[in-house]
């Protein structure tokens, strides 16, 4: 069984069933989550026939550090895992200003075949479990820790879709949400799907603190449809609609997200189009210019382009921001991830 899957209460029935007291796994859980241990022997203040026992029963590894590769500007860190059964993932550390922001996988490969991310042009291998998406962000919780720092941002948006893996990331987010282990706030975490309507529903009547990013890309639907399939399934006045709810429900800002493609969906009719339907909606639009993945001849826009883009918008007082693109170089950038290390 792999440590980082067990909650508090399943890591406490677990105790239990061994006949060890309820303060063992208290000492185990504070171990784990606020020590960074990641193996029994460091448990000094255990039993060392508890700590035999732990090694014995129990997967301390579950995820295995394989490779990293570092930016040129030594800001990005992009580190290769492999899983128990040989698939790989990847999970990205971005440091800027006092920024330590994650980038985070919830499965292996992607189903839903977006055409110019590297992730979906992989096609889907499998969801990830609570515990394995919960390791990554140990994984360098533990390096910062070492560095005398700490994670302060937390995004679910490396390889998979979030939703179509929605209680294991769930799950996930609550283990580390968790007071009496990790203690990182729900507002520091961000979700971003490529809009499953229904779960997207689903997380407004939670009303989860969890910051929401929807991957909208294109302002219609023919043009959505060529870019991301999933369009054919949930429309994208289906996926606005859930939005209003989301921000009618938790009177939260919603972020779209954009990928600037040359002469494809940075247009000024689409810009246009975009700034009439976001109208009056709680949102900010992030634009990013496309990253280059293999299986996509699609051309970042050019600067010029990218700031005509926002004028509409900025019109219609909907905040616009073009983000930088980071570790590029590397490929850990948006889209850029396929587990391949080039
Ligand atoms: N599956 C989720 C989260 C992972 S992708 C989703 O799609 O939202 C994180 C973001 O990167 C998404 O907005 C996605 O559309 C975007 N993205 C994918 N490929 C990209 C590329 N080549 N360049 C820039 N952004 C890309
Ligand atoms: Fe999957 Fe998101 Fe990539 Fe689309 S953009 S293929 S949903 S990871």
């Known amino acids: 069984m792999f440590i980082y899957d067990l909650d508090?209460?399943?890591?406490?029935?677990?105790?239990?069933?061994?006949?060890?007291?309820?303060?063992?796994?208290?000492?185990?859980?504070?171990?784990?989550?606020?020590?960074?241990?990641?193996?029994?022997?460091?448990f000094s203040n255990l039993p060392k026939s508890l700590r035999d026992k732990m090694a014995t029963e129990l997967d301390f590894i579950g995820?295995?550090?394989?490779?990293?590769?570092?930016?040129?500007?030594?800001?990005?860190?992009?580190?290769?895992?492999?899983?128990?059964?040989?698939?790989?993932?990847?999970?990205?550390?971005?440091?800027?200003?006092?920024?330590?922001?994650?980038?985070?996988?919830?499965?292996?490969g992607c189903a839903m075949g977006c055409v110019f991310c590297a992730t979906g042009q992989m096609g889907f291998k499998r969801h990830l479990s609570s515990g394995e998406i919960v390791a990554q962000v140990m994984y360098y919780a533990r390096m910062l820790h070492g560095e005398e720092q700490t994670v302060t941002n937390i995004v679910v948006m490396g390889m998979g879709e979030p939703f179509h893996n929605y209680d294991?990331?769930?799950?996930?987010?609550?283990?580390?949400?968790?007071?009496?282990?990790?203690?990182?706030?729900?507002?520091?975490?961000?979700?971003?799907?490529?809009?499953?309507?229904?779960?997207?529903?689903?997380?407004?009547?939670?009303?989860?603190?969890?910051?929401?990013?929807?991957?909208?890309?294109?302002?219609?639907?023919?043009?959505?449809?060529?870019?991301?399939?999933?369009?054919?399934k949930y429309n994208t006045e289906e996926v606005l609609e859930a939005c209003?709810?989301?921000?009618?429900?938790?009177?939260?800002?919603?972020?779209?997200?954009?990928?600037?493609?040359?002469?494809?969906?940075d247009t000024p009719e689409q810009a246009r189009k975009l700034a009439a339907r976001l109208k009056g909606l709680l949102c900010h639009v992030n634009a990013i210019p496309l990253n280059p993945t293999k299986g996509y001849k699609?051309?970042?826009t050019t600067r010029e382009?990218?700031?005509?883009?926002?004028?509409?918008?900025?019109?219609?007082?909907?905040?616009?921001?073009?983000?930088?693109?980071?570790?590029?170089?590397?490929?850990?950038?948006?889209g850029q991830l396929a587990g391949s290390f080039l």
Request: hydrophobic letters at 35%; a positive charge.
């Open 244 to 265: 209003r709810y989301y921000v009618a429900q938790t009177g939260r800002r919603i972020t779209f997200e954009w990928a600037l493609i040359n002469g494809v969906n």
């Open 63 to 108: 995820i295995e550090p394989i490779r990293y590769l570092d930016s040129s500007d030594k800001q990005t860190r992009k580190t290769l895992f492999k899983l128990n059964d040989g698939h790989v993932i990847e999970a990205v550390l971005m440091r800027y200003d006092r920024r330590r922001t994650l980038c985070i996988s919830s499965q292996a």
């Open 8 to 42: 508090q209460s399943s890591l406490g029935q677990l105790l239990r069933s061994w006949g060890e007291p309820a303060y063992r796994a208290r000492q185990i859980w504070q171990g784990l989550y606020q020590h960074f241990y990641n193996s029994p022997s460091q």
């Open 298 to 300: 699609g051309q970042a």
């Open 305 to 334: 382009r990218g700031i005509k883009f926002k004028e509409p918008l900025e019109q219609a007082g909907i905040p616009c921001t073009i983000r930088m693109r980071r570790g590029v170089d590397i490929a850990a950038g948006c």
């Open 168 to 232: 294991n990331t769930m799950a996930a987010i609550d283990r580390l949400n968790d007071s009496e282990g990790f203690n990182f706030g729900a507002r520091r975490f961000t979700i971003s799907t490529v809009g499953l309507v229904p779960m997207i529903k689903r997380f407004a009547d939670e009303k989860r603190q969890v910051n929401l990013a929807i991957s909208l890309h294109a302002a219609d639907d023919d043009l959505r449809v060529s870019m991301l399939p999933v369009n054919k």
